[in-house]
């Protein structure tokens, strides 16, 4: 301060500092801006990626190793865990094949685009990832298992395979699959869509999985018949497993490899009780493993809540599409065209645990083998709880499994679990940390009562954004059904 006044001294300190928070106040001012071209550098590379989409048939999500199961032999799926990231929390919104395909191909829940009960069909005009992504340069195929329709909504190049493995035919053709992968000239997007585990169980060594040695998950009840079950489930998914090593392969064989997505999803629950045809989290919750070289970090997990809507605009995003300007060709309720899911993209590269606050379930029993004719379920659920509404609980829910399968053995073990999956309460609510198999129901408890309202609002506007009308939506189930 020597040789000059305290007023010059003053100017030139605040001058001096203002000058040092110009960079910062730009890069705050250019936040989003900046986070924008970081996220760009996290995807460049050699062009657009390919995209290979492997679905699992009935695969409960904690089958396999990468999700806590390691009696079952899984190590292929393993290998893409370790090399890629594991959601812990995505959902599909309805148990069931055909509904759950035509969610993820399309980015639209169930009761918006039609294909709400199974064996169903999207409304006409709605569009699928076949399109966005043959619009943005990309070849489309499948091979195995479709279970959709309209065929105009799903202009894929079909490989080869079925919609049913007896054990004697081939469910998919990855000879056929391998020469699309080299076609070459543009980039690919290959859905290898398998029918295991899928009943019925006649893959795989059920040798390797002996019933006397079997751990039952605390969702069944341990009778021989249901060990009996599980010894030939777990031998299909081990048969998956396989089909998945071979799909594995040949990316890394390809020429493409080293810019190759490869996403691996179990779809809704196996055909056991409280698994497959419930909101419970054995039968929405599902296994959901994404692998990118070089750019999403092996061995990674995430607990954000996601949902199979927000597939499509995500792959979309990663290929250079921006999901937001995308008419899906079918109108909500609020006239809106845009899909029903939104891109997870911040969740791949930023690190981020938060993407949803919400995940909702939609079950139709009319049309499936043996069910109830009026038995619709909705459901709702955060990290917290799962709240479940039977819209029509005074009646049966009945399925294969309630006339054939393994609830039949249970009720002379535990009558009061085997009656609990065929009769329900109207309402249930399940803390889904300390209650992972929704053993517990807190409806009936009074200290709950804020918290099911708060849940009840929530998928009231849930539904009523979807033009879902609860019953009247379940009558109208049988037009939607067996269109191709």
């Given amino acids: 301060m020597k040789g000059e006044g305290l007023h010059t001294y003053i100017l030139r300190f605040i001058k001096t500092v203002f000058t040092g928070l110009i960079p910062f106040l730009f890069l705050s001012c250019n936040g989003t801006q900046s986070k924008k071209k970081d996220r760009n550098a996290d995807i460049a590379g050699p062009g657009r990626p390919n995209i290979v989409l492997i679905l699992g048939d009935d695969l409960g999500y904690g089958d396999v190793s990468a999700y806590g199961n390691t009696r079952v032999h899984t190590p292929h799926i393993q290998e893409l865990a370790d090399n890629g990231m594991c959601f812990d929390n995505m959902f599909t919104s309805t148990a069931m094949c055909s509904p759950t395909r035509q969610q993820i191909l399309t980015g639209l829940y169930p009761v918006r685009n039609g294909a709400y009960p199974n064996h169903s069909h999207v409304y006409e005009g709605t569009r699928s990832v076949a399109h966005y992504m043959q619009d943005a340069g990309y070849r489309t195929a499948i091979t195995g298992k479709r279970d959709f329709g309209n065929k105009a909504s799903f202009p894929f190049t079909f490989l080869g395979g079925q919609n049913w493995d007896n054990g004697k035919g081939r469910g998919i053709d990855l000879q056929k699959a391998r020469e699309y992968m080299e076609k070459g000239g543009k980039p690919y997007f290959l859905v290898v869509a398998s029918n295991q585990p899928h009943v019925p169980w006649v893959r795989g060594n059920a040798d390797a999985y002996p019933p006397e040695g079997i751990e039952v998950p605390g969702y069944l009840v341990d009778t021989p018949e249901t060990r009996q079950a599980l010894s030939k489930y777990y031998a299909e998914v081990t048969y ?19 810019n190759t997505i490869i996403v691996f999803t179990s779809e809704q629950g196996a055909q056991f009780p409280f698994a497959k045809w419930t909101c419970y989290d054995q039968g929405l919750k599902t296994a959901f493993i994404i ?118 053995s249970w009720k002379k073990k535990d009558r009061e679990r085997a009656e609990a999956y065929s009769h329900r309460p109207e309402k249930e609510l399940y803390d889904v940390r300390k209650d992972p198999y929704q053993l517990n129901n807190l409806a009936p408890l009074p200290e709950y009562e804020d918290v099911i309202r708060k849940m009840d609002r929530e998928l009231q506007a849930f539904m009523g954004q979807q033009g879902d009308e609860g019953m009247l939506t379940e009558a109208r189930a049988g037009m939607r059904r067996n269109k191709q």
Wanted: aromatic fraction near 8%.
């Fill in 291 to 408: 692998n990118w070289p070089g750019r999403i970090s092996p061995g990674s997990r995430n607990s954000a809540l996601t949902q199979y809507v927000d597939v499509v605009p995500t792959l979309l995003d990663l290929a250079g599409v921006d999901p937001d300007t995308v008419n899906t060709g079918n109108k909500a309720v609020n006239g809106e065209t845009g899909f029903d899911g939104k891109s997870f993209r911040n969740v791949l590269f930023d690190g981020e645990n938060a993407f949803r606050d919400y995940v909702y379930g939609v079950h139709t029993t009319r049309g499936i083998i043996n069910g109830s004719d009026n038995y619709p379920v909705r459901s709702v659920r955060n990290k917290e709880y799962l709240y479940i509404h039977n819209l029509n609980a005074s009646e049966t829910f009945t399925n294969i499994e309630t006339r054939q399968g393994v609830v039949t």
């Fill in 240 to 258: 998956l497993d396989s089909l998945v090593g071979q799909c594995v392969d040949m990316v890394r064989q390809s020429s493409g490899k080293d």
